[in-house]
């Protein structure tokens, strides 16, 4: 379901060293809709008759929404966006705080009532955070886990308090936020000196679940460790392990008391323990694979539960009777009750609200199909072997709130600024990287195919590197790498640049990117000064899109990582935001230092060619060197050495050949030496003298 890594591995996922990479993230499709798997549900029921209920989604694409739920639809009212990895787990703490961690290591705070403001960041973790747990009776305390095997208690209001404090303490220029932005920068800070969250002693491999009852003294942990361990979130301190799994525990509830413990793991198995007795009274066989999710009705009398064998099970937790509810598509990542329904999370874009009968489950067994749960876990995967194949209670979901495909394959085609990706639909598209959209929309054709037909003889540096992780394309740039390519304005139809002019793709982007930032900062500044318009102007081929803007993650020399939309950006953003290099680039409209490509060959007569050899040695030109140049001057060395004679004004037509092959006047000395020369040792050209027609 996640996959695995230590500490660095967490964020070189995104970025492989501290200031040397920039991203950026791009986003063709409906921002209101989820592009990833969905990881994590959280529903906030309101107290008051007039107030919606509302729905919090988090998502392997990076993000949280909030939708408000009616009767007949949802409507997505908020983006959270700030984490630059997998959303991996979120819980509601209060009416107004939403608690979310995330594979970027991180735990954030969230206004949940407001349009996607970030107030808190805390940096603890080591290495992935997969889960947390909240008191329902004590807004105060979460806990969080994850794959560095550290189990944190935190208390949210002293953390704050803190917070506060420092911030009233510090620099005018730099403060502490409280309130912050959409992901507030100033808020993306370390824990304060003076507050350390409690931390669960013992605890040394991965933890993927836990649970809380509901006055926040009692906290249980489960992972790769195979055990329950109970602990008392008071003081860290150990109160008891459960043995009884064979594999890693994935899913942890505990009743409202704190007596009972329900357990779901990768040996399919459902195990209750008391907690009281400490030891296992139950086991239910229900599934044939992982079990990842459960909930259970308000009395802890029925659980529901789902995992990889894409199944959504109801079990009475007394009489073991058992019953198929429905069948997904993509295996269950959490589940959430609301009312008499329960919303499914899956690997899925989209999240599905079943029918679930949460106040009365007893009504599903009267419809028949159910079975008693084996206390073995072959038990039931050999009962599905035995032709008992169950038919679930409900076909369709009874309201589903649907995302869009992701994108599960690319390739950087060899112009270096398009990408063509296929999506987890089949839809294959051409992007154009360089303005962050999508130019052709080719629909569910063969991926290899079009890569064929799009093939184009042309060798650029590779300046970017992507990836899909987070549902969309990200495109990375590390330094100094990516200001390698350069090519002619003439290939990329810039009319008020002369054709030969060299455009650096990397620095043209950048400064596409910060476009808006660049605006506000110059109006923040009173600058006026027009004499460098011309230098910080941005030419179509670079020109991104507001409507579906592109979020940059990136790293300054302080602050920590940071995810923002280019039109969210206010124009204060600076060296402790940013990577230094970006703002030089953009600052100061060129590249940082570099070492630029160069080719050496040799220009020789062609084979049959009565004049003399030129009197040179072998050449050295850049790499984007075109040939109409290289002919341009065989052709002047030629006159200069009174081998050819000149018409005037005009001068001798003079081909390059390579390989015996006429070589087209736009390719450059790269395309060449990759596509005809195809050698290791310096590239040798033969020039030859047109007849004059």
Same mark, same amino acid.
């Given at each position: 379901?996640?996959?695995l890594?230590?500490?660095?591995?967490?964020?070189?996922?995104?970025?492989?060293?501290k200031?040397n990479r920039?991203?950026y993230?791009?986003?063709?499709?409906?921002?209101?809709? *989820?592009c990833a798997?969905?990881?994590?549900?959280v529903?906030?029921?309101?107290?008051?008759?007039?107030r919606? $209920?509302?729905l919090?989604t988090?998502?392997r694409d990076?993000t949280?929404?909030?939708w408000e739920?009616?009767?007949?639809?949802?409507?997505?009212?908020?983006?959270?966006?700030s984490h630059?990895d997998?959303v991996?787990?979120?819980?509601?703490?209060?009416e107004?705080?939403?608690?979310?961690?995330s594979s970027?290591?991180?735990?954030k705070?969230w206004?949940?009532?407001?349009?996607?403001?970030c107030?808190?960041?805390?940096r =603890?973790?080591?290495?992935?955070v997969?889960?947390?747990?909240?008191?329902e009776k004590?807004?105060n305390?979460?806990? @969080?886990?994850g794959?560095?095997?550290?189990?944190?208690?935190?208390?949210?209001?002293a953390?704050?308090?803190?917070?506060?404090k420092?911030?009233?303490a510090?620099?005018e220029d730099?403060p502490?936020g409280?309130?912050?932005?959409?992901n507030?920068i100033s808020?993306?800070?370390?824990?304060?000196?003076?507050?350390v969250?409690? @931390?669960?002693?013992?605890?040394?491999?991965?933890?993927?679940a836990?649970?809380m009852n509901?006055?926040?003294n009692?906290?249980?942990?489960?992972?790769?460790e195979?055990?329950v361990?109970v602990?008392d979130?008071r003081?860290?301190?150990?109160m008891?392990?459960l043995?009884?799994?064979t594999?890693?525990i994935r899913?942890?509830?505990l009743?409202?008391t704190?007596?009972?413990?329900?357990s779901?793991?990768?040996?399919s198995?459902?195990?209750?323990?008391?907690?009281g007795? =400490?030891r296992?009274?139950h086991?239910?066989?229900?599934?044939?694979d992982?079990?990842?999710a459960?909930?259970?009705?308000?009395?802890?009398?029925?659980?529901?539960?789902?995992g990889?064998?894409l199944?959504?099970?109801?079990?009475?937790?007394q009489t073991?009777?058992s019953?198929?509810?429905?069948?997904?598509?993509y295996p269950i990542?959490q589940?959430?009750? *609301?009312?008499?329904?329960?919303?499914?999370a899956t690997?899925?874009s989209?999240?599905h609200r079943w029918?679930a009968?949460g =106040?009365?489950?007893?009504?599903?067994?009267q419809?028949?199909?159910?079975?008693?749960?084996?206390?073995?876990?072959?038990?039931?995967?050999?009962?599905?072997?035995?032709?008992?194949?169950?038919?679930?209670?409900y076909r369709?979901?009874?309201?589903?709130?649907n995302?869009?495909?992701?994108?599960v394959?690319y390739?950087?085609?060899?112009?270096?600024?398009h990408?063509?990706?296929?999506d987890n639909?089949?839809?294959?598209?051409?992007w154009?990287?360089t303005k962050?959209?999508?130019t052709e929309d080719y629909?569910?054709?063969s991926?290899?195919?079009?890569k064929?037909?799009?093939?184009?003889m042309v060798s650029?540096?590779t300046?970017?590197?992507v990836?899909?992780r987070?549902g969309?394309l990200?495109?990375?740039?590390?330094?100094?790498?990516?200001?390698?390519?350069?090519v002619? $304005?003439?290939?990329l139809?810039?009319?008020?640049?002369?054709?030969?002019?060299?455009?650096?793709?990397?620095?043209?982007t950048?400064?596409?990117?910060f476009?808006?930032w660049?605006?506000k900062?110059k109006?923040?500044?009173?600058?006026?000064d027009?004499?460098h318009?011309n230098?910080?102007?941005v030419?179509?081929?670079?020109e991104? @899109?507001?409507?579906s803007?592109p979020?940059?993650?990136t790293?300054?020399s302080h602050?920590?990582?940071m995810?923002?939309?280019?039109?969210?950006?206010d124009g204060?953003?600076d060296?402790?935001?940013?990577?230094?290099?970006?703002?030089?680039?953009?600052l *100061?409209n060129?590249?940082?230092?570099?070492q630029?490509t160069?080719?050496?060959?040799?220009?020789?007569?062609y084979?049959?060619l009565?004049?003399?050899?030129?009197?040179?040695?072998?050449l050295?030109a850049?790499s984007?060197l075109?040939?109409?140049s290289v002919?341009?001057?065989?052709?002047?060395k030629l006159?200069?050495?009174?081998?050819?004679d000149?018409?005037?004004?005009?001068?001798?037509?003079?081909?390059i050949?390579?390989n015996? =092959?006429?070589?087209k006047?736009?390719?450059t000395?790269?395309?060449?030496?990759?596509?005809i020369w195809?050698?290791?040792?310096?590239?040798?050209l033969?020039?030859m003298?047109?007849?004059?027609?």
């Open positions: 379901m996640h996959r890594g230590i500490a660095r591995s967490a964020s070189s996922s995104v970025r492989p060293s200031d920039f991203t993230v791009l986003n063709d499709g409906d921002n209101t809709k *989820h798997g969905v990881n994590c549900l529903v906030s029921k309101s107290s008051k008759p007039d919606s $209920s509302y919090f988090g998502s990076g949280l929404k909030r739920l009616n009767e007949e639809d949802a409507t997505c009212l908020a983006t959270f966006e630059v997998w991996n787990d979120a819980v509601l703490v209060g107004n705080t939403l608690v979310s961690c970027d290591t991180t735990v705070t206004d949940c009532l407001s349009s996607g403001i107030t808190r960041t805390f =603890q973790h080591t290495d992935y997969m889960c947390l747990a909240a008191a004590n807004c305390i979460v806990a @969080s886990g794959l560095g095997g550290e189990v944190f208690i935190w208390d949210l209001e953390a704050f308090t803190l917070l506060s420092s911030g009233e510090a620099d730099h502490i409280i309130n912050g932005s959409s507030d808020s993306q800070t370390n824990l304060p000196q003076g507050y969250p409690i @931390s669960a002693k013992g605890r040394k491999e991965s933890v993927h836990l649970a509901d006055t926040g009692l906290l249980v942990s489960g992972g790769t195979k055990a361990r602990w979130s003081t860290g301190s150990k008891m392990k043995r009884g799994h594999d890693n899913a942890l509830l009743d409202s704190g007596r009972f413990c329900l779901g793991s990768s040996d198995m459902i195990r209750l323990w008391d907690l007795q =400490q296992c009274v086991s239910y066989a229900v599934h044939t992982s079990v990842w459960l909930a259970s009705t308000p009395n802890f009398s029925h659980v529901y539960s789902g990889r064998d199944s959504l099970y109801l079990t009475d937790l073991r009777e019953i198929l509810l429905c069948t997904n598509k990542q589940l959430a009750m *609301h009312d008499d329904g329960i919303w499914v690997t899925d989209s999240v029918a009968e =106040q009365n489950p007893k009504k599903l067994f419809s028949g199909g159910s079975f008693l749960a084996g206390n073995l876990s072959f038990s039931r995967a050999r009962a599905s072997f035995e032709g008992s194949t169950l038919v679930p209670l369709e979901p009874t309201f589903s709130i995302g869009i495909p992701g994108i394959q390739e950087i085609l060899n112009n270096k600024r990408v063509l990706t296929k639909a089949g839809f294959v598209k051409l154009e990287i962050g959209v999508v629909g569910q054709v991926f290899e195919k079009k064929e037909e799009l093939f184009e650029i540096p300046w970017f590197s990836d899909s987070l969309n990200s495109v990375h740039l590390d330094t100094p790498q990516c200001f390698s390519a350069e002619y $304005s003439a290939d139809n810039i009319p008020e640049k002369a054709e030969d002019d060299k455009v650096n793709l990397a620095q043209e950048l400064k596409g990117l476009a808006h660049l605006s900062k109006h923040k500044s009173g600058s006026q027009g004499a318009e230098e910080s102007t030419h179509p081929p670079f991104f @899109s507001t409507t803007p979020s940059i993650i790293e300054g602050n920590g990582l995810r923002k939309k280019i039109t969210e950006m204060t953003e060296e402790q935001d940013l990577p230094w290099w970006v703002l030089y680039c953009i *100061h060129r590249c940082p230092p570099r630029q160069i080719y050496s060959f040799y220009l020789q007569p084979e049959g009565t004049i003399q050899t030129m009197r040179q040695g072998k050295n850049p984007y075109r040939i109409h002919s341009n001057y065989a052709a002047d006159v200069m050495e009174k081998q050819l000149s018409c005037g004004d005009l001068m001798p037509s003079v081909e050949l390579c015996n =092959q006429v070589l006047s736009d390719m000395l790269a395309t060449v030496r990759a596509y195809k050698r290791h040792e310096d590239l040798v033969h020039y003298i047109m007849p004059e027609t």
